[in-house]
């Protein structure tokens, strides 16, 4: 049974910065992408980030230039590095994680960017 845990999500102002993290346990088999999407109020869940293995990264439109992906596969973990927040950013944030045996998916943390 493979889990992950997402933490880092909080309450920020306009412009700040924030740092998710999302940690897999469990039985795994190597995970092929590592990821993040949010899904707002009223919206449908949304990709922000993802990496490979290799460290292929993928960007929404709207989060290029401000957000960075890593991950350290040794640790099975994931980070989105967020800067210059926006309210447009306020969501719930997912840890997504694949690989041959299955798709998996966090909890969610909630980001909330308001003065």
């Known amino acids: 049974q493979v889990r992950l845990v997402e933490s880092g999500g909080g309450l920020v102002q306009p412009g700040g910065s924030l740092r998710l993290s999302c940690a897999a346990s469990?039985?795994?088999?190597?995970?092929?992408?590592m990821g993040w999407y949010r899904q707002a109020p009223g919206k449908q869940r949304e990709l922000v980030a993802a990496?490979?293995?290799?460290?292929?990264?993928n960007y929404a439109d709207s989060v290029k230039a401000r957000f960075t992906i890593s991950r350290d596969n040794a640790k099975n973990t994931v980070y989105l590095q967020m800067n210059s927040l926006k309210p447009d950013d306020t969501a719930v944030y997912y840890c997504n994680a694949g690989n041959a045996v299955g798709d998996y998916w966090g909890q969610g943390t909630q980001v909330t960017v308001s003065s």
């Open positions: 990496i490979t293995s290799g460290g292929t990264t």
């Open positions: 469990g039985t795994i088999v190597r995970f092929w992408s």
